[in-house]
C-alpha cells in the first residue's frame, strides 16, 4: 500500500498557510452488498458555492461538533473498534470524543443525505438537540455497527485541516429516510449509489479515491469488515505522508 502514500504526497498543494490545528471529523460510506459482485456506495457532489472542495464528490461527513460527544448511544462500539479509534488520539483522550466521532459521521449523513442510520427502538433514543430528527423517528445510536476503516490527517499549513476517521456502515444500517427526498442541510447535490470502481472515475479529492481503494481491498480479505483487520492510519511526517497500520 505504500503506493496509496505516495499519491497523498505527489498531489500538487499549497503548504505556506498559516499552521492550524486538526479538527476531529468523520466520514461515513454506506455500502450496499445487495449484488455482492459489485457493491455500491452513496456518494453527493458538493455544492459549487462552497469554499472547500467545491464540486467534488464525497461520502457525508463533516467536523465532530461539541454536542455529538455529549450525545447518547444505545449502543457502544466493538471494544477493539474503540481501542483503534482511540489510538494516538491528539489532545484529551476519552471514550466520549471517540463515540463523537461516530456520532458525526451519523449526523452529517442525515444532514447531507436524509438517512437516519442506527436501529428503530422505542426507548433510549438520543436527547441532543442535534439529534432531535432521530428521536422523532424513533431512531437509536447503535455504534456497534459502524466499521472503523481508516485514518488521515490533513498535512501542515493547509487552508483546513481535519483530523478525519473514516467508517463503514453496510445498507442494513439504514433505519429510516427522509421523505421525497428532503437534505436538510442542502451541503450535497447528485446524491448517487455507485459501484466502486465507478465511483473512482468522478471528481474525487485525493483522500477519497485512496480510501475508495482501501475498501476495496478490504472487503476483497474481509467482507464483513471485522474489527480485528488492521486499520490504515495516513499522516504527514519528514515532508511526505506515511501509512501505518493500527493494529487490533
Do not use: C
Not at 471529523?25 to 457532489?45: E, Y
Not at 457525508?60 to 489510538?87: C, E, F, H, L
Not at 437509536?140 to 490527517?153: N, P, T, V, W
Not at 498535512?155 to 436538510?184: E, H, K, Q, Y
Amino acid at each position: 500500500m505504500t503506493n496509496l502514500a505516495e499519491r497523498l504526497t505527489n498531489v500538487e498543494r499549497r503548504m505556506d498557510y498559516p499552521n492550524l490545528r486538526p479538527r476531529d471529523a468523520a466520514t461515513l460510506l454506506i455500502i450496499d452488498k445487495s449484488k455482492p459482485q459489485k457493491p455500491t456506495v452513496l456518494m453527493g457532489r458538493r455544492h459549487e458555492k462552497h469554499k472547500f472542495m467545491p464540486g467534488k464528490f464525497v461520502f457525508p461527513g463533516g467536523r465532530v461538533d461539541p454536542g455529538d460527544s455529549k450525545t447518547n448511544v444505545a449502543a457502544d462500539y466493538d471494544p477493539v473498534t474503540k481501542s483503534q479509534i482511540m489510538y494516538d488520539m491528539k489532545r484529551q483522550k476519552s471514550e466520549s470524543r471517540a463515540r463523537g466521532l461516530a456520532n458525526a459521521a451519523i449526523r452529517e449523513t442525515y444532514e447531507e443525505a436524509g438517512i437516519f442510520i442506527g436501529r428503530k427502538q422505542a426507548g433510549d433514543l438520543p436527547k441532543s438537540s442535534g439529534f432531535a430528527a432521530f428521536a422523532e423517528h424513533g431512531v437509536a445510536l447503535d455504534l456497534s455497527q459502524m466499521h472503523f476503516i481508516g485514518r488521515a490527517i490533513t498535512p501542515p499549513r493547509r487552508p483546513r485541516r481535519f483530523d478525519t476517521r473514516f467508517f463503514v456502515v453496510f445498507s442494513d444500517a439504514i433505519a429510516d429516510r427522509m421523505p421525497n427526498g428532503i437534505l436538510p442541510s442542502g451541503e450535497l447535490e447528485d446524491l448517487h449509489w455507485l459501484s466502486l470502481d465507478d465511483a473512482k472515475s468522478l471528481d474525487l479529492p485525493t483522500i477519497t479515491s485512496v480510501m475508495i481503494d482501501e475498501v476495496q481491498n478490504r472487503l476483497s480479505e474481509d467482507p464483513h469488515l471485522s474489527p480485528d483487520y488492521p486499520v490504515p492510519y495516513y499522516f504527514w511526517g519528514k515532508n511526505r505522508f506515511n501509512r501505518e497500520q493500527i493494529a487490533s
